[in-house]
């Protein structure tokens, strides 16, 4: 028997039955099982029908509110929502989205006009992927307003919008170590466009406006930055660097080369300062820098320059090897040092060179009486116990 005709059956049954189910079960339980399915089909269908009717009433509260939302958050909750759940609802929710598409989009500008740059570019980011989903969802109610509006958005957002956030950023920032992370994150941003140099040429181009040698901050951020993060900002950053310590008569001031020297890249110092070709800012950083450390390199590397200033190099080198006198090492390092042998003159260098010799037989002298006195020792506690054996015996 079909089901149909089992349901056919079970409502003959019922009324012969007076309504009595157990009798109608007793007489044919398949009618009652068909009926059942049947009942249970009807309450899913009406249970969907039911539950897409709250679901379309809560989707059109969330279309209505959306640009209400007090924060950024909230907004991209609520319009990812929207984005999912649109070809599920119905025409009235896309209708209803189209009516108030202008006050959602301006809602948006203003949650998110207060963020830093690298804020905007996610929100940016994901407002775009937010309307490409939307305007693609849409297309099933023939809504080509609606439709066309979130397809060109989802460009637009990023192409005009986001692109100008980007320029006003680097137009009015000051490049601080505190724009290391915004810099990556414009970087990460290019990286991911087919023409990364459209945004990154201006950025570095701004950058290069800014003095190199004398502005401590901006020499700062660059050190701060990641060859993986910040890519070819790092690359073309550092070459400017290593192109103005390579130049003999760029300025670099005093307070760089004191951090150069905190972040271990002394040899960079030493070499600028060694072939300095500027007298007159030689002479400043002579006075700021010489004779102020315990780098030894750093006050032989003024030294080691050719260009007249004032100094005090003589009377400083004497100082040193007087106070280090018996630091043969160190002593010799000095020596060793360009120019070092003119400064001092030869009579003080020949004098210097008779010390070192008479410490350095002193120390040979001692080395070898201290050996003497080791085989000594050695000697006399073997004797001792030859002697105790003998007696043993």
Request: with cysteine; proline share 1%; hydrophobic share 40%.
């Amino acid at each position: 028997m079909s089901f149909l005709e089992n349901i056919s059956n079970f409502f003959s049954l019922l009324k012969e039955a007076k309504y009595d189910l157990g009798l109608v079960y007793s007489q044919d339980p398949n009618s009652v099982y068909s009926m059942l399915l049947l009942v249970a089909f009807l309450a899913i269908i009406i249970g969907f029908f039911a539950m897409n009717a709250i679901k379309k009433a809560q989707l059109l509260k969330v279309v209505s509110k959306i640009e209400k939302s007090s924060n950024f958050s909230e907004f991209e909750e609520s319009l990812t929502k929207i984005a999912t759940e649109l070809p599920k609802r119905g025409v009235e929710v896309a209708n209803s989205l189209n009516s108030l598409k202008n006050d959602i989009l301006n809602a948006q500008f203003k949650l998110i006009k207060d963020f830093n740059i690298k804020d905007k570019i996610d929100s940016y980011t994901k407002l775009s992927q937010n309307y490409s989903l939307i305007g693609k969802n849409s297309k099933k109610y023939n809504i080509e307003e609606l439709s066309k509006f979130y397809e060109e958005k989802s460009t637009t957002l990023l192409n005009e919008n986001l692109a100008k956030e980007i320029e006003n950023y680097y137009k009015n920032s000051r490049f601080t170590q505190n724009d290391v992370a915004y810099v990556n994150a414009i970087v990460k941003y290019a990286n991911s466009f087919g023409d990364s140099s459209s945004i990154l040429k201006p950025l570095q181009n701004e950058i290069d406006k800014f003095s190199l040698g004398f502005n401590f901050e901006l020499f700062k951020f660059i050190k701060s930055l990641d060859k993986n993060l910040s890519g070819q900002i790092y690359i073309n950053c550092n070459e400017k660097i290593d192109r103005l310590f390579e130049n003999q008569t760029s300025r670099i001031s005093s307070s760089i080369l004191k951090y150069m020297l905190e972040k271990n890249e002394k040899q960079k110092v030493y070499d600028y300062i060694s072939f300095l070709k500027d007298a007159s800012y030689l002479q400043s950083l002579y006075l700021d820098l010489f004779g102020k450390s315990e780098d030894i390199n750093l006050d032989l590397a003024f030294v080691k320059n050719d260009i007249e200033i004032k100094n005090n190099y003589k009377e400083y080198l004497d100082s040193k090897i007087t106070f280090n006198w018996k630091d043969v090492t160190y002593i010799k390092h000095i020596l060793n040092a360009p120019r070092v042998l003119q400064v001092i003159g030869h009579i003080d260098y020949r004098n210097v060179l008779e010390r070192i010799e008479k410490l350095e037989s002193e120390v040979d002298f001692n080395a070898t009486v201290a050996k003497i006195l080791e085989v000594a020792k050695s000697a006399e506690k073997i004797a001792k116990e030859a002697k105790a054996i003998a007696r043993s015996k």
